[in-house]
Protein backbone atom coordinates (compact mmCIF):
# COMPACT_ATOMS: atom_id res chain seq x y z
CA UNK A 1 0.00 0.00 0.00
CA UNK A 2 1.37 3.37 -0.84
CA UNK A 3 0.60 6.22 1.70
CA UNK A 4 -0.88 9.23 0.06
CA UNK A 5 -0.58 12.68 2.21
CA UNK A 6 -3.84 11.93 3.51
CA UNK A 7 -2.71 8.67 4.93
CA UNK A 8 0.27 10.62 6.47
CA UNK A 9 -1.36 13.24 7.87
CA UNK A 10 -4.16 10.72 9.42
CA UNK A 11 -1.00 8.78 11.25
CA UNK A 12 0.15 11.97 12.46
CA UNK A 13 -3.29 12.86 14.20
CA UNK A 14 -3.40 9.48 15.60
CA UNK A 15 -0.15 9.96 17.51
CA UNK A 16 -2.06 12.52 19.68
CA UNK A 17 -4.75 9.80 20.54
CA UNK A 18 -8.42 9.64 19.57
CA UNK A 19 -10.18 12.72 20.84
CA UNK A 20 -12.70 11.57 23.98
CA UNK A 21 -15.82 12.73 22.26
CA UNK A 22 -18.86 10.34 20.98
CA UNK A 23 -17.48 10.47 17.53
CA UNK A 24 -13.67 10.77 17.88
CA UNK A 25 -13.00 9.38 13.92
CA UNK A 26 -15.42 12.26 13.26
CA UNK A 27 -13.83 14.64 15.30
CA UNK A 28 -10.07 13.56 13.75
CA UNK A 29 -10.96 13.49 10.55
CA UNK A 30 -12.43 16.93 10.91
CA UNK A 31 -8.94 18.35 11.49
CA UNK A 32 -7.78 17.01 8.52
CA UNK A 33 -10.04 17.34 6.20
CA UNK A 34 -11.67 13.41 5.94
CA UNK A 35 -14.92 12.15 7.03
CA UNK A 36 -15.91 9.84 9.32
CA UNK A 37 -16.38 6.76 7.26
CA UNK A 38 -13.09 7.75 5.34
CA UNK A 39 -11.17 7.77 8.55
CA UNK A 40 -12.36 4.26 9.57
CA UNK A 41 -11.83 2.81 6.06
CA UNK A 42 -8.32 4.48 6.02
CA UNK A 43 -7.63 3.12 9.08
CA UNK A 44 -8.83 -0.15 8.16
CA UNK A 45 -6.89 -0.55 4.78
CA UNK A 46 -3.35 0.16 6.80
CA UNK A 47 -4.11 -2.05 8.92
CA UNK A 48 -5.00 -4.97 6.49
CA UNK A 49 -1.43 -4.21 4.73
CA UNK A 50 0.05 -4.32 7.73
CA UNK A 51 1.55 -0.41 7.85
CA UNK A 52 -0.32 -0.59 11.37
CA UNK A 53 -0.43 -3.82 13.17
CA UNK A 54 -2.53 -3.07 15.82
CA UNK A 55 -4.56 -0.60 17.78
CA UNK A 56 -4.49 0.17 21.06
CA UNK A 57 -4.23 2.96 24.18
CA UNK A 58 -1.09 3.79 26.11
CA UNK A 59 -1.77 3.84 29.32
CA UNK A 60 -0.10 6.72 31.78
CA UNK A 61 1.29 4.33 34.24
CA UNK A 62 2.57 6.38 36.27
CA UNK A 63 -1.13 7.90 36.91
CA UNK A 64 -2.08 4.16 37.89
CA UNK A 65 0.23 4.05 40.79
CA UNK A 66 3.26 2.37 38.82
CA UNK A 67 5.81 4.47 39.99
CA UNK A 68 8.71 1.85 39.65
CA UNK A 69 10.14 1.56 36.48
CA UNK A 70 13.14 0.10 35.36
CA UNK A 71 14.79 -0.59 32.33
CA UNK A 72 16.69 -3.99 32.50
CA UNK A 73 19.68 -4.40 30.74
CA UNK A 74 21.69 -7.67 29.88
CA UNK A 75 25.12 -9.37 28.23
CA UNK A 76 23.65 -12.01 26.28
CA UNK A 77 26.11 -14.37 23.84
CA UNK A 78 25.53 -12.89 20.17
CA UNK A 79 24.00 -16.40 18.88
CA UNK A 80 21.60 -16.48 22.18
CA UNK A 81 19.98 -12.59 21.88
CA UNK A 82 17.06 -13.50 19.76
CA UNK A 83 15.45 -16.28 21.49
CA UNK A 84 15.92 -14.74 24.37
CA UNK A 85 14.57 -12.05 23.46
CA UNK A 86 11.87 -13.51 22.09
CA UNK A 87 11.05 -15.13 25.36
CA UNK A 88 11.72 -12.18 27.31
CA UNK A 89 9.54 -10.16 25.13
CA UNK A 90 6.74 -13.12 25.65
CA UNK A 91 7.03 -12.52 29.54
CA UNK A 92 3.74 -10.75 30.63
CA UNK A 93 5.78 -8.93 33.22
CA UNK A 94 7.83 -6.85 30.22
CA UNK A 95 6.36 -4.23 28.55
CA UNK A 96 9.05 -3.39 25.94
CA UNK A 97 11.84 -5.68 24.84
CA UNK A 98 14.80 -4.70 21.91
CA UNK A 99 18.38 -5.57 20.90
CA UNK A 100 21.31 -2.91 20.81
CA UNK A 101 24.75 -3.16 19.81
CA UNK A 102 26.86 -3.17 22.46
CA UNK A 103 29.48 -0.03 23.11
CA UNK A 104 32.55 -1.20 24.25
CA UNK A 105 34.24 -0.99 26.39
CA UNK A 106 32.16 0.70 28.87
CA UNK A 107 28.86 -0.69 27.77
CA UNK A 108 28.57 -4.48 27.36
CA UNK A 109 25.26 -4.90 27.07
CA UNK A 110 22.67 -5.84 24.10
CA UNK A 111 19.49 -6.61 25.46
CA UNK A 112 16.87 -4.45 26.95
CA UNK A 113 13.82 -4.75 28.71
CA UNK A 114 10.92 -2.04 30.63
CA UNK A 115 9.48 -3.56 33.35
CA UNK A 116 6.37 -1.57 35.41
CA UNK A 117 5.69 -1.74 38.79
CA UNK A 118 4.21 0.04 42.03
CA UNK A 119 7.49 -0.59 43.94
CA UNK A 120 11.40 -0.81 43.67
CA UNK A 121 10.62 -4.10 45.58
CA UNK A 122 7.68 -5.56 43.07
CA UNK A 123 10.06 -4.38 40.08
CA UNK A 124 12.99 -6.45 41.72
CA UNK A 125 10.80 -9.72 42.35
CA UNK A 126 9.88 -9.20 38.79
CA UNK A 127 13.53 -9.20 37.53
CA UNK A 128 14.00 -11.74 39.88
CA UNK A 129 11.34 -13.83 38.90
CA UNK A 130 12.58 -13.51 34.92
CA UNK A 131 16.21 -14.80 36.00
CA UNK A 132 15.44 -17.64 37.65
CA UNK A 133 12.65 -18.50 34.90
CA UNK A 134 14.36 -17.97 31.80
CA UNK A 135 18.02 -18.69 33.30
CA UNK A 136 19.56 -15.79 32.86
CA UNK A 137 21.38 -15.97 35.95
CA UNK A 138 24.87 -16.44 34.13
CA UNK A 139 24.91 -13.45 32.73
CA UNK A 140 25.95 -9.44 33.72
CA UNK A 141 22.91 -7.21 33.64
CA UNK A 142 21.92 -3.68 35.24
CA UNK A 143 18.66 -2.75 36.76
CA UNK A 144 18.11 1.16 35.81
CA UNK A 145 15.23 2.49 37.44
CA UNK A 146 13.88 5.94 36.13
CA UNK A 147 14.41 8.74 38.67
CA UNK A 148 12.28 11.34 37.11
CA UNK A 149 9.96 11.17 33.72
CA UNK A 150 9.85 14.08 30.97
CA UNK A 151 7.90 12.69 28.67
CA UNK A 152 5.40 9.94 27.36
CA UNK A 153 3.98 9.49 24.31
CA UNK A 154 2.99 6.58 21.82
CA UNK A 155 5.10 6.72 18.94
CA UNK A 156 5.62 9.23 16.25
CA UNK A 157 5.38 8.33 12.49
CA UNK A 158 4.72 10.74 9.79
CA UNK A 159 4.97 14.06 9.18
CA UNK A 160 4.31 16.68 11.44
CA UNK A 161 0.97 18.33 11.37
CA UNK A 162 2.18 21.63 10.45
CA UNK A 163 4.58 20.13 7.81
CA UNK A 164 1.05 18.54 6.41
CA UNK A 165 -0.68 20.81 5.83
CA UNK A 166 2.10 22.86 3.76
Request: net charge positive; aromatic share 8%.
Amino acid sequence: MELSDLDLALIAALADGLPLVSHPYRALGAGIGLGEDEVIGRIAAMRDSGIIRRFGIIVRHHELGFRANAMSVWDIPDEMVSDLGRRLGDSPEVTLCYRRPRRLPDWPYNLFCMIHGRDRESVEALIAGLVQRLGLGSYAHAVLFSTRRFKQTGARYGRPAKLAAE
